[in-house]
C-alpha cells in the first residue's frame, strides 16, 4: 500500500553525476519530511540529505555540501537527489524515507523506506 521505489542508481566515474529519485506510492510525498541515507560496507548508515515538514529546512551531510542536492517534485509525486562531482567514498546503496516532521536527518526518526539503489564510483 505505501510504498517508495528508488530509481537512477548506477556505475559512474570520479567526477560524473548521477540524479536518484523516489516515487510514492499509497501517500501524498508533500504531506511528509523526506529524506535521502546511505550505507556503504562496513559502514553505518548515514544521513545524506533531508527537508523538514515544518518549514522546508534542508539538511546536508558535510561530506556533501556543495555537490548534492535535494529537491522535491509534488505534482508528480517524488522527490530527487542530485549528485555532482561524486567521488569513490560516494559509493554507498542509497534509501529515500519519509517522516511525519523530519524534525532530524536521523534514520532511526524515519517511518517509510525504499528497498535502496546501488551507487557505485569507480574508474
Known amino acids: 500500500q505505501v510504498q517508495l521505489v528508488e530509481s537512477g542508481g548506477g556505475l559512474v566515474q570520479p567526477g560524473g553525476s548521477l540524479r536518484l529519485s523516489c516515487a510514492g506510492s499509497?501517500?501524498?510525498?508533500?504531506?511528509?519530511?523526506i529524506g535521502w541515507f546511505r550505507q556503504a560496507p562496513g559502514k553505518k548508515r548515514e544521513g545524506v540529505s533531508c527537508?523538514?515538514?515544518?518549514?522546508?529546512?534542508?539538511y546536508y551531510a558535510d561530506s556533501v555540501k556543495g555537490r548534492f542536492t535535494i529537491s522535491r517534485d509534488n505534482a508528480k509525486n517524488t522527490f530527487d537527489l542530485q549528485m555532482n562531482s561524486l567521488k569513490p567514498e560516494d559509493t554507498a546503496v542509497y534509501y529515500c524515507?519519509?517522516?511525519?516532521?523530519?524534525?532530524?536527518?536521523?534514520?532511526?526518526?524515519?517511518?517509510?523506506w525504499g528497498q535502496g539503489t546501488q551507487v557505485t564510483v569507480s574508474t
Open positions: 527537508i523538514g515538514l515544518r518549514n522546508g529546512t534542508t
Open positions: 524515507a519519509t517522516d511525519h516532521w523530519g524534525l532530524s536527518c536521523e534514520g532511526h526518526e524515519y517511518d517509510y
Open positions: 499509497g501517500f501524498t510525498l508533500q504531506y511528509y519530511a
